[in-house]
């Protein structure tokens, strides 16, 4: 399988839960943990750890938390650091618990610092929100708290997640965060993708 089947099959999903439960296409972790070389044939990779940083995107996209976090581990930059926060952040329940994965992703999310991919999740997040519907009033209290910002807040997802966990936000809203996750993921996995490969 080659890397763009891998991202095209994973853009087919309707609804990529917040947290990784289990894999959602079992064939497709089999195909990605099988040769990593062979994801990348026929392309030129000027930067392995962007490589391998494309793969653990895949492979959380996949909701397969181990094999996204063991790739993360070893990719010290700013990249693998905001990969491990997502990776926290979707662990959910598994391991320390729901409290001690969210404090730990947002301690990766500071580790990420101001990473080039912010300002395109940005913009992505304010279209999502702004598009969510009139009246939608957390979404429009959402929307006006990333725009006093000025940025995207990877840690105030991670707040909402453990809120929605809680039960305090609402099943939409619930819904409307998967989206902003999903799309995370899969702008941060075209951007290491691009970092990767020579043009």
């Given at each position: 399988?080659?890397?763009?089947?891998?991202?095209?099959r994973?853009?087919?999903?309707?609804?990529?839960?917040?947290?990784?439960?289990?894999?959602?296409?079992p064939?497709?972790?089999?195909?990605?943990?099988?040769?990593?070389?062979?994801?990348?044939?026929?392309?030129?990779?000027?930067?392995?750890?962007?490589?391998?940083a494309?793969?653990?995107?895949?492979?959380?996209?996949?909701?397969?938390?181990?094999?996204?976090?063991?790739?993360?581990?070893?990719?010290?930059?700013?990249?693998?650091?905001?990969?491990?926060?997502?990776?926290?952040?979707?662990?959910?329940?598994?391991?320390?618990?729901?409290?001690?994965?969210?404090?730990?992703?947002?301690?990766?999310?500071?580790?990420?610092?101001?990473?080039?991919?912010?300002?395109?999740?940005?913009?992505?997040?304010?279209?999502?929100?702004?598009?969510?519907?009139?009246?939608?009033?957390?979404?429009t209290?959402?929307?006006?708290?990333?725009?006093?910002r000025?940025?995207?807040?990877?840690?105030?997802?991670?707040?909402?997640?453990?809120?929605?966990?809680?039960?305090?936000?609402?099943g939409?809203?619930a819904?409307?965060?998967?989206?902003?996750?999903?799309?995370?993921?899969?702008?941060?996995?075209?951007?290491?993708?691009?970092?990767?490969?020579?043009?």
């Amino acid at each position: 399988m080659k890397i763009q089947d891998a991202i095209n099959r994973l853009r087919e999903r309707t609804q990529v839960p917040l947290f990784a439960v289990q894999v959602w296409d079992p064939e497709l972790d089999a195909a990605l943990r099988a040769d990593s070389e062979a994801l990348f044939a026929g392309l030129t990779v000027r930067d392995a750890r962007m490589a391998a940083a494309a793969v653990a995107g895949l492979h959380l996209w996949n909701d397969n938390f181990e094999a996204a976090h063991n790739l993360c581990q070893g990719i010290q930059n700013s990249t693998g650091a905001y990969w491990h926060g997502i990776c926290h952040r979707r662990e959910g329940h598994q391991g320390q618990g729901l409290a001690a994965n969210l404090a730990n992703a947002r301690y990766w999310f500071r580790q990420a610092g101001d990473h080039p991919i912010l300002d395109p999740v940005y913009r992505t997040a304010l279209n999502v929100l702004d598009g969510s519907g009139v009246g939608f009033r957390w979404a429009t209290e959402a929307a006006d708290q990333l725009r006093s910002r000025r940025t995207w807040d990877p840690a105030a997802l991670t707040d909402w997640c453990g809120q929605v966990d809680a039960g305090t936000l609402s099943g939409q809203t619930a819904s409307l965060l998967e989206e902003l996750q999903w799309r995370e993921i899969g702008l941060l996995t075209d951007w290491c993708l691009a970092q990767a490969l020579v043009e």
